[in-house]
Every structure is written in C-alpha cells, then in structure tokens.
C-alpha cells in the first residue's frame, strides 16, 4: 500500500497509537501510585489525607465566597427590579406629560381658528376701510360739485340782481313817465303801451329772483349736508386708528403664536424622541423582567392574592378574633315608598335637610344604574354632596364605600390596586376586595356571605383627577352589564368583567361588579378641579347643588335612630323595586316617547341631539321612578320623571353653547320644562339664559328646590 497516498488513514492510525500509548502509561502510572500508597507508612497516609481535607476545606471555603457573590448578584438583580418600578413610573409620567403636550397641540387648533378669524377680521375691515375712503372720495367729489353750483347760482343772482337793479331803475323812469302820461295820456297812448310791457317784464323778473333764492336756499342746505357727511367720514376715519393699531398688535400676537407654535412643535418632535427611547427602555426592561420572573419566580396564586382575598371592613365589622362579622339579618320586608320615607326622616333627623324631588332623583338615579352605571352629585362644596350618600345607604341598609380620590391618579390600578413584583403579592385596594367578595360568579367562595349584599362606593371629590384616566373603561364595562336576572351565563357577563392581572407567570381573573355594585361621585367646580367630558355625561345622571339660600349654623350629626336594621337583600333591590320599560303602561309609555322626541327635537335645533342610549336611559328613569305599585302610570310621577331627567341629563350637556344664536331654543325647553309641570325648572332655565348675558355662553349650575 502506498502511504504517501493515504495521508489521512495514517494520520488517524497515528493518533490511534498515541491515545493507546497514553491510556497505558496513564494505567501504569496509576497501578504505580495504588502500590506506592499502600507501601507507605500509616502517618504518611494520615498527612497526606490531612492534605486532602485541608484542600476540601478551601474548596468549600471558595464555594462560600461564590455563594456570598451568588447573593449579591441576587441583591443586584432586586435592586434592578425596583429601578424598572421606578423607570416604569417614570415613563408613565412622561406618557401623561406626552399626551398633555399632544392636547395642548391639538388645543392649537382652536387657535388657528382664532387667528385665521382675526385674518378674516383684518381683511374685513381693510375692505370697511377701503369702502369708507372711496365713499369720503365720492362725497368729497360731490362737496365739490356742490360748491362749483352755488358759485354759479350765486354768479348768476348777482346777474339777476344787476338786472333787477336797471328794472327798478326803469320802473322808476316809468313812474316819472306815468306821472307825465297821466297829463298827457292821449299825447303819448304808445309810452302807456311800453309802461305795461315793463311792468310785465318787471314782474317775470321778480318771480325768477325768487326762484333763484329758493334754489340758492336748497343748494345751501345740500353743501351743509355734504359737509356734515364729509365730518362724519372724518371721525369713521379717525375711529379707524385704534383699529388699525389693534391689527398691528394683532399681527404681532400672531407672529408670537407662529413662534410658540414652532416651539411647541420642536418641543413635541423632542418629547416624541424621549417617547420612543423610553418605550425601548421598558420593552429592554419588561424582557429582563420576565426572563427574571421566568428564573426566579415560584410563588404560588393563592399566596400572591392574600392581600386580595381579605374581607374589606365596609362590608361588616371585626370581631374579636379578628374575623369580619357580617351584619344582622335582612331588613324585614317593606315597600319601596316606606324605604324612602325613613331616609327623609333619617336625613332630617341628622340636621341635613333636602327636598323631596332631589331625594326621589337620587333613588331613581341609583335604581337607572343598569343603563347609566354613575350618578353624579356636584356642585358648591359643603351643600351635603358626601353626606347624602352616607345617610342614604345607612337608612336603606346598604353597605358604605367611600373613596377619596387622589390628584395624582391617572390609571385603573388606582382603584383595583396591582401586582408588586418585588414582593411576588397583588396589593389590593377596598374596591377590588369588595368586588371579589360581592361576585358570586367568578369568587363563589369568597362571596358565600356576602352575595346578597347591596354595595354603594362614593368616588370623592372624583374631579381632581381627569376622570377619564382612571375611571373611564370600567365605566364602560358597568354600562354594558346585564340585569341579574339575565346575567347566568359567562358570555353575558364576560364584557362587563374587570381583569385582575395577578402576575406575569399566572393567568389573570375576571371580577364582575353587578347591580348589586353602585357608583355615586361627587365634585365640587373650582379652579382646582377637571370638568366631565362627554361620554362620562352621556353616562351619568348630574344632580347639581347650588350655593344655598340661607346658612345652617348647626352642624350634622350621625342620627341612629332610623338606621335600618338589617341589610337590604339583593333581591329586593335587583327584581322588586328595579322596573324595566316594558313594565309601563302602554299608554304612559307612548306619552313619554312623545315627550322625549319633542325635547330631543329641541335639542337637535340646539346643535345638541341625543341617540337611542340616551332615549332608552330617559325611559328607564321614568320607568323607576318611585311610586304605589298600582300608580306607576299616574301622569304627575311621569312628568316628574321627565322633568328630572331634563335637568339631569340634558342641561348638562348644554354646557358653553351660544345663547344669542340659541335663545329660542333655550326658552322652548323652559317651556317644555313648564308645560310638564315643573314651573321652578323653567324658570331656572330662564335664569341661566339671563345669566349667560356677559360671556354669550350658556352654563347650568342647578338651582335650589323649596
């Protein structure tokens, strides 16, 4: 065989013969040490196994050390965890400062508006100007001709007048000639002829200098008129100069506002950079932390919702042994109308006084609460807003929830609470607790006591953060909730459950608030608050609470007395008291779908309409509003009703429309208001029209009911 041909082969049986070369020696080597060890001495072997313990020791010793530097990087890593929280928040500010400079940006608009308005302006009164100069040229053209013919007039009575001077001087001549004649009149019968002949011209030319001294009269009084009007172009001119200063500080105002709105553009592109960094920077973050989580997270669900599943106080008390005891019995059976009677009687006895209607309203507001979810009371601050609420659920026997809400809130966890990653556990809040302990459905077994339970949760003072922040899509979610008596199954309930994001590595876990759950908020309107937007108006009943007539000087308190006794079942609440609208009479119903497309007819002449959501919550209300169970078609409830609903839900959204071009509108929904009874609305309505004088804007602010 030729070698030389087979490079590879040898190469390979070389290695071959080296690795068996090795593994001998290493065999040999080994036998060696076995037998050299057993030849040796017992104290040899003893420090030699001294040696080798020695070394364990260091090894573990090194191990140690690794270990301290393994918790360090452990302690490193928690620290990089709460830097993401930090950064998270962080970058949650700078969204809500993004999407403040993107309002702001947006709000430009309106000042486009503005400024191309004050353009049209300009150009206007440019065209004002140039048509008043052309008409002080036309006038001054005919002063001018004016003048030119009372030169003429007057160079031609100076004509008349030397004329009627040699007349005169011929009548004179004439005289003598007659005197003469009269010796003489059969001598000279001719001159007596010519006498007749001049006095005739005489008289022709008397006439016409009369004529000429009416005419030189009424050109006189034309110059005079063509003078004044020449004064009055003046003085339009004149009054022009502070216009025209007015454009030039417009034009200067206009230049700043081009100058701002560029800053406000490269402000815009910069934030808009920060933006995309910091959304880099959190998907950076969220992969180290699920990578993190992925690693080191073990906990178990149940043990990460503990905080979640603890029974919120407002739903009873603690007892001894630390457990919440639920409160007595059901309240006994009662009608709805006696119910109320005891919260009128609770209130007064408390010191807080309020008129029946406005009681009613609320009721009603609450029992609407399956079509519009929130109930709003706004207004002064110190007119009973939080009070009402508080009496209200303790007189029915309804559970208590009250919610102060923060400046800072800008988000659902603000509410429902979130899931620390740090400490691997849900912080809840009272809401979340109450919610899960009420929702039979998705909890069965926390809310095994408290299911039958009625839950009223005051959002107060819920302005001072921008409701739409952190309110807005569970709002939505309550809007589209069924009756309970139609919510059995979970593709029903499903788009009205909240998610509750429980960890990273866990599933999440529906909560489903139903009727059984109420929202009341309140506000109060100064410069320290947010206004409501649309769609949480379109959603809510507003009860507004004037500056009152006169000031209490006693103070509230908690009467105990008319508490109720017991609580108020589910039930009663959901399926006896709560009417749908096809429960109304027929006849009631077709009156109050009249009256609702008349108002709503109004309403479109306003520039205001409403759709079949807002048409379908009318209804519901007058549909609920209190009543003997066999009066619910009793005309004067039903224009009550809608009356309400009037001042609840349609004034609101009337907010800054122009009154000048809406006056009519506006007194014909005062009317409406009168013909349904309600002559202290009307009259209201007309207050706010007069009101709305200086700014031309029309603004409810509610009015006081005696």
């Not at 036309?138 to 013919?149: N, V, Y």
């Amino acid at each position: 065989m030729n070698w030389v041909l087979y490079p590879e082969v040898l190469s390979i049986m070389i290695a071959v013969l080296a690795l068996v070369g090795v593994l001998g020696l290493a065999f040999i080597y080994g036998v060696h040490h076995r037998l050299a060890w057993a030849q040796l001495p017992a104290a040899a072997r003893d420090a030699e196994l001294a040696t080798r313990v020695m070394q364990r020791e260091t090894d573990l010793l090194d191990k140690e050390q690794r270990l301290e530097r393994l918790d360090e990087q452990i302690r490193d890593r928690e620290a990089k965890l709460l830097e993401r929280d930090q950064l998270e928040a962080e970058a949650a500010y700078w969204k809500s400062q993004i999407e403040a400079v993107k309002a702001e940006y947006a709000g430009l608009d309106a000042l486009r508006t503005e400024i191309e308005e004050v353009r049209e302006s300009y150009r206007q009164e440019m065209e004002s100007l140039a048509d008043a100069e052309r008409q002080a040229r036309e006038a001054k053209g005919e002063w001018e001709d004016a003048r030119t013919r009372v030169v003429e007039a007057e160079r031609r009575l100076a004509e008349v007048a030397g004329e009627a001077d040699r007349l005169r001087e011929t009548h004179q001549e004439l005289a003598e000639t007659e005197a003469r004649l009269t010796t003489t009149k059969a001598k000279h019968k001719d001159v007596l002829t010519a006498l007749e002949v001049g006095q005739d011209r005489l008289s022709r030319a008397e006439r016409e200098v009369e004529s000429l001294h009416a005419r030189q009269q009424n050109l006189l009084v034309e110059l005079r008129s063509h003078e004044e009007r020449l004064e009055t172009v003046k003085a339009e001119l004149d009054g022009l100069a502070p216009a025209r200063q007015e454009l030039t500080v417009v034009r200067e105002s206009l230049h700043s506002a081009e100058e701002d709105l560029k800053d406000k553009r490269e402000s815009l592109s910069r934030l808009t950079s920060d933006e995309a960094w910091l959304h880099a920077q959190i998907a950076r973050l969220r992969g180290e932390l699920d990578e993190a989580a992925a690693k080191d997270y073990e906990g178990d669900a149940a043990e990460s919702l503990a905080d979640l599943l603890v029974p919120p106080s407002c739903l009873g008390c603690t007892d001894n042994d630390g457990h919440i005891a639920v409160l007595p019995g059901q309240q006994p059976a009662e009608r709805e109308l006696d119910a109320l009677q005891r919260v009128r009687e609770h209130l007064e006895e408390s010191g807080l006084v309020f008129d029946e209607r406005v009681i009613n309203a609320f009721h009603t507001s609450l029992k609407a609460a399956v079509i519009s979810p929130l109930t709003v009371l706004a207004g002064v601050s110190g007119t009973g807003k939080s009070q009402l609420p508080r009496f209200y659920a303790d007189a029915m026997g309804m559970h208590f929830l009250k919610i102060p809400v923060q400046p800072r809130w800008d988000g659902p966890q603000d509410l429902f609470g979130f899931y620390n990653y740090i400490e691997k556990r849900y912080k809840a809040t009272d809401l979340a607790r109450a919610l899960v302990h009420l929702d039979n459905y998705n909890w069965p077994d926390q809310a095994e006591r408290f299911h039958d339970r009625v839950l009223l949760v005051l959002l107060d003072e819920m302005n001072l953060a921008r409701v739409e922040y952190y309110f807005s899509e569970f709002l939505s979610r309550l809007e589209g909730r069924p009756l309970d008596r139609e919510a059995g199954t979970s593709d029903i309930r499903r788009p009205a459950e909240i998610e509750i994001d429980i960890s990273r590595k866990a599933r999440s876990r529906g909560v489903y608030a139903g009727q059984n759950v109420l929202f009341v908020g309140t506000m109060n309107e100064d410069e320290s608050t947010l206004s409501l937007s649309e769609k949480v108006l379109d959603r809510a009943n507003v009860l507004r609470f004037p500056k009152p007539k006169e000031l209490r000087s006693d103070l509230p308190t908690t009467g105990e007395r008319l508490k109720a006794a017991g609580y108020l079942p589910r039930r009663r609440w959901t399926e006896e008291w709560t009417r749908r609208i096809g429960d109304m009479d027929n006849a009631a119903l077709d009156r109050a779908t009249e009256t609702v497309s008349a108002i709503n007819a109004i309403m479109d002449e306003i520039g205001r309409p409403f759709g079949h959501r807002m048409g379908q919550a009318i209804l519901y209300y007058v549909a609920n509003y209190p009543s003997q169970p066999d009066r619910t078609d009793e005309p004067e409830l039903i224009n009550n009703a809608l009356a309400d609903q009037i001042e609840l839900r349609l004034l609101p959204r009337l907010r800054g429309v122009g009154v000048d071009e809406n006056r009519n509108s506006l007194y014909q929904l005062a009317g409406k208001a009168r013909s349904l009874g309600d002559e202290a609305l009307g009259n209201a309505i007309d207050n706010a029209v007069q009101r709305s004088h200086d700014t031309g804007l029309f603004a409810w602010r509610g009015f006081t009911r005696e």
